[in-house]
């Protein structure tokens, strides 16, 4: 809630989400802002879906945002999941599903698709200090056991927090002049963390976050922390990234393939002896730098 339009005598915020004896516990919903129009997706993607936002298409067969809305499908403790999408997205349509209900709510940036989602959940009773996962549909990689890690770390704490990874490479600050692209320095990177999504919030804060600080916010624990909070960070993982350009549709692709066929053998019996039982090497790879 805005506390300019509060009555009078409304306690503060923070003493509104406390639990009251005997009010039922917050329950946990999903947001996943759906409402882009993935232009640095473009280049190098085939013509038959150039025109299609990126979260719509094809992943290792099925539309890339169907492999996200199956992760979150997967978690018990939510209540529902919305997809905000674009007023006059037809999508999902043709894709109905009792695992999420879809608003055409989406807004010109990600912080107004995430604060007009916040209403629409409000609208569904959600309640001010229920919990909210906001994450991007893009991030087709996410998975269940991540989701329910982010809510297990988030659930006992006082702000919320996100999942997040940590750096794996030398960080540099550069400029651009005559000579090109070129080194200021090399960044301390032990205190660098790259945030990814899901981000868990209760609802109240995050609005009244997003409501003053959305313009200048690029994810919303930067609203969050605009607001003086320090959100927990959580390890993801290298894998749960975001679509963001043309050569991450391949390395999508790749990932979801590998882990259908695992689910495939595992189905038949698991791995047949004469088979290799090291990881793939993309998960391998990223259990190494996660740990590392
Ligand atoms: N006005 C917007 C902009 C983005 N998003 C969503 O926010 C997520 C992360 O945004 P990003 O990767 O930047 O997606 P796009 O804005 O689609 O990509 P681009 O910036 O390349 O156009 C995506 O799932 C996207 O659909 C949204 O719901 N509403
Ligand atoms: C929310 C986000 O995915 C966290 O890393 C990111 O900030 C979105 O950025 P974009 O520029 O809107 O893709």
């Known amino acids: 809630m805005n506390p300019a339009s509060a009555p009078p005598g409304t306690p503060p915020l923070a003493a509104q989400l406390q639990t009251v004896q005997g009010s039922p516990p ?22 038959s879906s150039a025109n299609l936002p990126k979260q719509y298409h094809i992943v290792a067969g099925l539309p ?14 939510l209540r529902s999941t919305l997809v905000a999408v674009a007023p006059g997205d037809q999508f999902f349509a043709a894709h109905p599903s009792p695992l999420y209900f879809v608003a055409p709510c989406g807004g010109p940036t990600r912080a107004d698709t995430v604060l007009a989602g916040l209403r629409e959940l409000r609208a569904r009773g959600a309640q001010e200090r229920d919990w909210v996962l906001v994450h991007d549909a893009a991030r087709c990689l996410v998975t269940t056991e991540q989701i329910n890690a982010l809510i297990d770390a988030c659930v006992s704490d006082q702000v919320g927090g ?29 205190d660098k963390w790259l945030a990814q999504t899901p981000q868990m919030f209760r609802l109240g804060p995050l609005a009244e976050a997003l409501e003053k600080f959305g313009s200048i916010a690029t994810d919303e624990a930067s609203a ?42 595992a189905r038949f019996g698991g791995l047949r002896v004469s088979e290799p039982t090291a990881p793939a090497p993309s998960e391998g790879a990223d259990a190494q730098r ?3």
Request: aromatic share 6%.
């Open 64 to 77: 890339l945002v169907l492999h996200t809305l199956a992760a979150f499908a997967g978690v018990d403790r």
């Open 26 to 47: 917050a329950q946990f919903w999903a947001l996943l802002p759906c409402a882009g129009s993935g232009t640095r997706a473009v280049a190098g993607v085939a013509a």
């Open 290 to 292: 996660s740990t590392g």
């Open 162 to 190: 996100l999942l997040a990874h940590q750096l794996a490479d030398t960080l540099k600050t550069a400029s651009s002049g005559p000579g090109g692209v070129r080194v200021v320095s090399t960044v301390d990177r032990g």
């Open 224 to 265: 969050m922390e605009a607001t003086g909070q320090h959100p927990r960070l959580v390890p993801g993982s290298a894998l749960n990234f975001k679509v963001t350009y043309p050569e991450d549709f391949a390395l999508a692709e790749a990932v979801l393939a590998q882990r259908m066929h695992a689910g495939t053998l």
